[in-house]
């Protein structure tokens, strides 16, 4: 079964310093994995998400993660963190079960508290 | 714009009034999915639909109820609501199912935060 664990429930950092969120994820199959980040009293939006090749990748407003296959980790990073990017955010993992079905399978979440 | 829509975004009502969350994507999505977000719990998905007249239970089905008429729509239904189900509801739609990630990214509406007493 598959399963994503969030390292730290709630995470600080100060304005310009990195950001570092932790994502281990279990899975039997090659994995799809996804960041999603929800700002207060919104909905979720898409970070980034790996496919396959290139291990590292880029997401919007200035965050990427690295997918590690050995350490099974899709951790996420920034390296100036910004007030705005106070949200909580959320690793998801899925792969296509027989039949097409694709089900995301969602991390406990992290929230990021940026102070100045 | 495309978007997913929900109404209401917020609901208090009472143990045992049945009620009905609506959910709108004006996508041409194939399939949409219910999930429940509850503190330290992440989303769980409560009920999801391949296409039209296609659903199947999710993670945490029991009390809920879906139906899928319509390409567009995808309403959750409590028919006897209780305190359990006090929670903040994520609808989401994809393209479609299958092998590529593109298919599998999912898009969110903006949450109806539920309380029943």
């Not at chain 1, 279990?26 to 980040?37: D, K």
């Not at chain 2, 330290?40 to 296409?51: A, E, K």
């Amino acid at each position: 079964a598959q399963s994503v664990t969030q390292l730290g429930s709630h995470v600080s950092v100060s304005e310009g310093a990195l950001v570092l969120l932790r994502c281990n994820y279990s899975s039997s199959v090659p994995p799809y994995l996804f960041w999603y980040v929800q700002y207060p009293n919104q909905g979720l939006q898409l970070l980034l998400k790996y496919t396959t090749g290139a291990t590292l990748v880029k997401g919007i407003n200035g965050f990427e993660a690295e997918f590690k296959k050995s350490e099974t980790s899709f951790h996420l990073t920034k390296p100036s963190a910004h007030m705005s990017d106070a949200a909580e955010y959320f690793c998801a993992v899925s792969h296509a079960f027989s039949g097409g079905y694709n089900k995301l399978i969602f991390g406990a979440g992290t929230r990021l508290a940026v102070h100045p | 714009e495309a978007q997913v829509t929900q109404n209401p975004r917020y609901l208090i009502t009472v143990t045992g009034k049945k009620l009905t969350v609506t959910c709108s994507q004006n996508m041409n999505h194939e399939y949409m999915s219910w999930y429940r977000q509850d503190p330290g719990l992440g989303l769980r998905q409560i009920y999801y639909s391949m296409n039209v007249e296609v659903t199947d239970k999710g993670d945490v089905p029991e009390g809920y109820k879906v139906s899928r008429k319509e390409k567009r729509n995808f309403p959750l239904i409590l028919e006897s609501p209780s305190p359990n189900q006090t929670s903040l509801y994520f609808c989401a739609s994809s393209l479609g199912v299958g092998r590529t990630s593109s298919y599998n990214e999912q898009f969110f509406g903006p949450g109806t935060r539920l309380t029943v007493l």
